[in-house]
C-alpha cells in the first residue's frame, strides 16, 4: 500500500544542551577575575582626562567615557570588586544567620517556634529594597551597613528552608538512634542534622548572590552604597543618569553588565538545583 504525504515530516531541531550554561559559567568567570585582578584587564578607574569628555564607545574606549573623561571599562572591570564583595558578603550574612535560625526554629518548642516563624514570614513580606533601605537608613551608607542590610533582608529565604528540612530530619531514622545511644544535644546538632539540613543551601546562595548583587546596586543608585569616586556599578549609574540624552553609555553599558550578572548566575543557580533535585535536563 502507498501512502502519499500531503506535507513534509517536520524536522525537529534538537538545541544543544547547556551551551547557555556554559556562557553564563564563563561571562561568570571572567567577572570573577576581574573582581579579583582588575589590573590585567583595565586600567586606572580614577584616571580623568578633560580632553576626552564623554566620547563615544570606540577603539580607544570600549565603553566610551564619562563626565570627567573617565574610562567607563575601567570603572566597570575595577566596580566588579566592588559590587561582587558587597553581594558576596551579604549572602554569606543571610546565610548563615538563616541556617543559624532556621536549626532554632526547627529544634525548638512550639512557641519558640512560632515566634520565628512569624518574624520570617514578617521579614519576607516587605519588598527587598525597602527593608534593606531602612537597615542602611538606621546603621548608615557605606559598604558594612549595605552588607548587614541586605544580609538581614534576605535571610527568610534560607531561615525557611533548613527550618522545614530540620523537622524532616530530626524525624529520621538516625536520629531517633543517636538519641537512644545518648549523643548529647550539640553532638547531634553538628554531626547529624546541620550536614543533612544545609544541602540546599549552596544552590540558594547561587541564586541568592543576583539578588544581593541587585540589591547592591539599587541602593548604591539611591546614595546608600561606596560613594563617588568608587567606580561600584548601582553609584555608575546614578552618576550618569544626568547624561543619558548625551551619552547613553554611562549608565546603560554599567547597567548591562549588572544585569547579565545576575541573569548568569540564575541560569547557573538554576541548573545546580535541577543537579540537586537529580534532574538532567
Same mark, same amino acid.
Given at each position: 500500500? /502507498?501512502?502519499?504525504?500531503?506535507?513534509?515530516?517536520?524536522?525537529?531541531?534538537? %538545541?544543544?544542551?547547556?551551551?547557555?550554561?556554559?556562557?553564563? *559559567?564563563?561571562?561568570?568567570?571572567?567577572?570573577?577575575?576581574?573582581?579579583?585582578?582588575?589590573?590585567?584587564?583595565?586600567?586606572?578607574?580614577?584616571?580623568?582626562?578633560?580632553?576626552?569628555?564623554? +566620547?563615544?564607545?570606540?577603539?580607544?574606549?570600549?565603553?566610551?567615557?564619562?563626565?570627567?573623561?573617565?574610562?567607563?571599562?575601567?570603572?566597570?572591570?575595577?566596580?566588579?570588586?566592588?559590587?561582587?564583595?558587597? @553581594?558576596?558578603?551579604?549572602?554569606?550574612?543571610?546565610?548563615?544567620? @538563616?541556617?543559624?535560625?532556621?536549626?532554632?526554629?526547627?529544634?525548638?518548642?512550639?512557641?519558640?517556634? +512560632?515566634?520565628?516563624?512569624?518574624?520570617?514570614?514578617?521579614?519576607?513580606?516587605?519588598?527587598?529594597?525597602?527593608?534593606?533601605?531602612?537597615?542602611?537608613?538606621?546603621?548608615?551608607? *557605606?559598604?558594612?551597613?549595605?552588607?548587614?542590610?541586605? @544580609?538581614?533582608?534576605?535571610?527568610?529565604?534560607?531561615?525557611?528552608?533548613?527550618?522545614? #528540612? /530540620?523537622?524532616?530530619?530530626?524525624?529520621?531514622?538516625?536520629?531517633?538512634?543517636?538519641?537512644?545511644?545518648?549523643?548529647?544535644?550539640?553532638?547531634?546538632?553538628?554531626?547529624?542534622?546541620?550536614?543533612?539540613?544545609?544541602?540546599?543551601?549552596?544552590?540558594?546562595?547561587?541564586?541568592?548572590?543576583? +539578588?544581593?548583587?541587585?540589591?547592591?546596586?539599587?541602593?548604591?543608585?539611591? *546614595?546608600?552604597?561606596? #560613594?563617588?569616586?568608587?567606580? +561600584?556599578?548601582?553609584?555608575?549609574?546614578?552618576?550618569?543618569?544626568?547624561?543619558?540624552?548625551?551619552?547613553?553609555? /554611562?549608565?546603560?553599558?554599567?547597567?548591562?553588565?549588572? /544585569?547579565?550578572?545576575?541573569?548568569?548566575?540564575?541560569?547557573?543557580?538554576?541548573?545546580?538545583?535541577? %543537579?540537586?533535585?537529580?534532574?538532567?535536563?
Amino acid at each position: 500500500m /502507498t501512502i502519499a504525504l500531503d506535507r513534509p515530516l517536520p524536522v525537529r531541531i534538537r %538545541r544543544p544542551r547547556g551551551v547557555g550554561v556554559a556562557l553564563a *559559567g564563563a561571562f561568570l568567570a571572567f567577572a570573577v577575575a576581574a573582581a579579583a585582578l582588575p589590573g590585567l584587564f583595565a586600567g586606572d578607574p580614577l584616571a580623568a582626562d578633560p580632553r576626552h569628555v564623554l +566620547e563615544a564607545p570606540s577603539a580607544a574606549h570600549w565603553f566610551g567615557t564619562d563626565q570627567l573623561g573617565r574610562d567607563v571599562f575601567d570603572r566597570v572591570v575595577h566596580g566588579a570588586r566592588h559590587s561582587l564583595t558587597i @553581594g558576596i558578603a551579604a549572602t554569606l550574612v543571610a546565610a548563615g544567620l @538563616g541556617v543559624l535560625l532556621g536549626l532554632l526554629a526547627g529544634l525548638s518548642h512550639k512557641y519558640a517556634d +512560632e515566634a520565628l516563624s512569624r518574624g520570617f514570614d514578617a521579614l519576607a513580606a516587605f519588598p527587598l529594597l525597602l527593608l534593606a533601605l531602612l537597615f542602611v537608613a538606621v546603621a548608615g551608607p *557605606g559598604t558594612m551597613g549595605l552588607i548587614v542590610a541586605i @544580609g538581614i533582608a534576605t535571610l527568610p529565604h534560607y531561615a525557611r528552608v533548613v527550618r522545614s #528540612q /530540620t523537622f524532616v530530619v530530626r524525624q529520621a531514622g538516625y536520629v531517633t538512634q543517636a538519641v537512644a545511644f545518648g549523643d548529647s544535644r550539640p553532638r547531634l546538632v553538628l554531626r547529624h542534622v546541620l550536614p543533612n539540613v544545609i544541602g540546599p543551601i549552596p544552590v540558594l546562595a547561587v541564586i541568592g548572590l543576583g +539578588e544581593a548583587i541587585l540589591a547592591a546596586a539599587g541602593l548604591s543608585f539611591l *546614595g546608600m552604597g561606596p #560613594q563617588p569616586p568608587s567606580p +561600584e556599578w548601582g553609584a555608575m549609574l546614578s552618576e550618569g543618569r544626568g547624561y543619558l540624552s548625551i551619552a547613553w553609555w /554611562t549608565s546603560i553599558l554599567p547597567g548591562v553588565v549588572v /544585569t547579565l550578572v545576575v541573569i548568569s548566575l540564575t541560569v547557573v543557580g538554576r541548573r545546580l538545583h535541577r %543537579r540537586f533535585e537529580g534532574r538532567t535536563a
